[in-house]
Each structure stands twice: as C-alpha cells, then as structure tokens.
C-alpha cells in the first residue's frame, strides 16, 4: 500500500498498488470545497499512489535482477515519468493559495 497527500496535507489517501483507495483522510476545512473540485483532488491522488507503488515495485524487481527489457514489458513506470506527471499534474490544478488566511 502507498499513501499520498496533497501539498497542504489536507487530504490524504492510502491506496493498493493499482490505486484504489484504503483510506482517505480529509481535514474538515477542505470540506468546503465543491464536490467535483473534492473528489477531482481524491482520484488525483490516488494515481499519484499508483503510480508511486509502481515505481517501488519497479525498483524492487531491478534489485531482484529483472533486465532492463523484462522491466520495459511490465509497464510499471520509470522515475521520469512518475517525476514528469507529478510536476504536469501540480502546474495544471494550480496549486496557488485561493486564500492567505487560514480558518481556525
């Protein structure tokens, strides 16, 4: 299992290696937000755990001596890429603050 978290750590989710949701964490404050935005940050994470989980196990069947072409037929993703669709998926949600204050 992988867990990911939003930037805030606001909202975080424990998923299976093919990212389904164990266990989702949600800080009252983010309950505000509209439900599409909620559940779009939810399923956003959970690919970022699947994907994360991915490259573990990747990296575990290279320590096994799985060659390179064996691991290129899994389909488990390089560091690159998980590296390339993290930084892609952070600059299209625009992480900016909606807020500089902070409810108590």
């Not at 930037?7 to 093919?18: A, C, L, W």
């Not at 993703?77 to 998980?82: A, H, I, L, S, Y």
């Amino acid at each position: 299992m992988t867990t990911a978290a939003s930037r805030s750590g606001s909202i975080s989710v424990e998923t299976t290696e093919q990212g389904l949701p164990i266990r989702i964490g949600i800080e009252p404050d983010q309950l505000r937000r509209t439900p599409a935005d909620l559940a779009g940050e939810i399923l956003r994470l959970c690919k970022q755990a699947a994907n994360r989980a991915g490259l573990a196990r990747r990296a575990e069947l290279e320590a096994a001596g799985l060659s390179s072409e064996m691991l290129a037929l899994t389909g488990l993703p390089k560091p690159e890429d998980v590296a390339r669709d993290e930084y892609i998926e952070e600059s299209e949600h625009g992480y900016e603050p909606q807020s500089w204050l902070r409810s108590i």
